[in-house]
């Protein structure tokens, strides 16, 4: 059997809208590999490729992105192996909202902050996800990755975590984490919850991707859209959300030239220099492109996010 069918029968790889993947639910086709093992990671990395977690983060181009987008399947997904000890190695794939309920049930303490974010865990690593009362940084200890078809254990301290942001090597495919909580009970667990969703039930519930721009030094980003005065507006089908202005929601039918439009609205309104927070894919020309809001891709190398 030639490598390639091999390979098929193995990795299940299918062409999909990456609108139906990613929570803004925005974005055109890509051809999706989705990995069960170590094994069908190498080889779907072999060629050109993005790494595709929840889709919490990502605003893709409506004529998607011609590289392979890998996704690790439920192989990876897995939460029960989370025990009392609070010391364990999770599936990048392990949906982040899961963890943080099996944490608690636990009476396990460390994920309190990352409540409400709905990352996988390798996403929510790879953005350094938290808010203001803790980051999944916090709580990790090392990773295994795939890099050039190899698989190498990092501790987390190498990862350049920071806010929003890590320093993962080009190329990197989080698999596994390894995560220490500490011994509490769930009570407790419980409690500590309770600020952080309280910090949270202002946000949207439509269809995002969070916020859209990180916060600037000693400032608000959504402080500074809402006194510009740019809550509802709107761009076709996305809207900057009433409830929070650092917030893109769809409305239904929004492209990404319509959120990338509204964006650079935005930005110009604001006249303060705003970094977009999401990684970007595919963006073409009228997307923003032109103006370097798309890292690209070159060549061999797996392209980078933009981001
Ligand atoms: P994706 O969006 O799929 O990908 C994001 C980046 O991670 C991409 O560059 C991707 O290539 C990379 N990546 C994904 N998986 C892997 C992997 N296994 N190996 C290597 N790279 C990988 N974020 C916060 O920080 N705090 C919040 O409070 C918060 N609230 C949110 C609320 C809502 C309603 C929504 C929709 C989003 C929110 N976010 C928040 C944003 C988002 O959830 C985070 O950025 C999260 O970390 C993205 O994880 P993901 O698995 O969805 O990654
Ligand atoms: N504000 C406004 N108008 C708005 C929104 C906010 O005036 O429309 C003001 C608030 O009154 C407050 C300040 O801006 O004084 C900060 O607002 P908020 O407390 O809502 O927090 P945030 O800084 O906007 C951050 C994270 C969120 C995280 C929350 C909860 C960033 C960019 N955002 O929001 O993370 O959920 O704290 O801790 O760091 C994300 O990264 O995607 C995200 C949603």
Redesign the pocket.
Do not use: E, F, K, Y
């Given at each position: 059997m030639p490598e390639a069918d091999a390979l098929r029968a193995d990795a299940t790889v299918t062409r999909l809208a990456l609108a139906s993947l990613t929570?803004l639910r925005v974005g055109g086709e890509a051809e999706v590999w989705t990995c069960e093992a170590d094994v069908h990671v190498r080889d779907a990395t072999r060629a050109d490729f993005?790494?595709?977690?929840?889709?919490?983060?990502?605003l893709v181009g409506d004529g998607g992105v011609p590289e392979r987008v890998v996704r690790?399947g439920r192989g990876y997904a897995g939460t029960r192996v989370l025990d009392a000890t609070g010391d364990a190695w999770l599936g990048?794939a392990a949906p982040l909202p899961g963890l943080v309920r099996r944490a608690r049930q636990l009476g396990l303490s460390g994920l309190e902050g990352v409540l409400?974010?709905?990352?996988?865990l390798?996403?929510?690593i790879?953005?350094n996800?938290?808010?203001r009362f803790g980051e999944i940084g916090d709580t990790l200890r090392e990773v295994d990755l795939m890099l050039d078809g190899r698989v190498e254990r990092v501790p987390a301290a190498d990862l350049g975590l920071g806010y929003?942001r890590s320093a993962?090597p080009p190329g990197?495919?989080?698999l596994r984490a390894r995560l220490r909580l500490t011994p509490s009970t769930p009570e407790r667990v419980a409690r500590a919850e309770e600020a952080v969703d309280a910090a949270r039930r202002g946000?949207p519930k439509a269809r995002?991707?969070?916020?859209a721009f990180k916060n600037p030094p000693g400032d608000a980003a959504g402080r500074l859209i809402d006194a510009a005065g740019l809550k509802g507006l709107r761009v076709g089908g996305a809207m900057i959300a009433h409830e929070h202005a650092n917030f893109v929601v769809n409305l239904g039918h929004a492209t990404a030239a319509d959120v990338a439009l509204l964006l650079e609205r935005v930005r110009t309104a604001v006249g303060v220099a705003l970094e977009v927070e999401w990684?970007r894919w595919g963006l073409a020309g009228g997307e923003g492109a032109a103006r370097g809001w798309d890292g690209g891709h070159a060549g061999a190398r797996p392209p980078m996010?933009a981001?």
């Open positions: 929570t993005r790494v595709l977690g929840g889709g919490s983060n990502l690790l990048a409400g974010i709905p990352a996988q390798g996403g929510a790879a953005m996800a938290g808010t929003r993962l990197a495919v989080i946000q995002s991707a969070g916020c990684r996010d981001g």
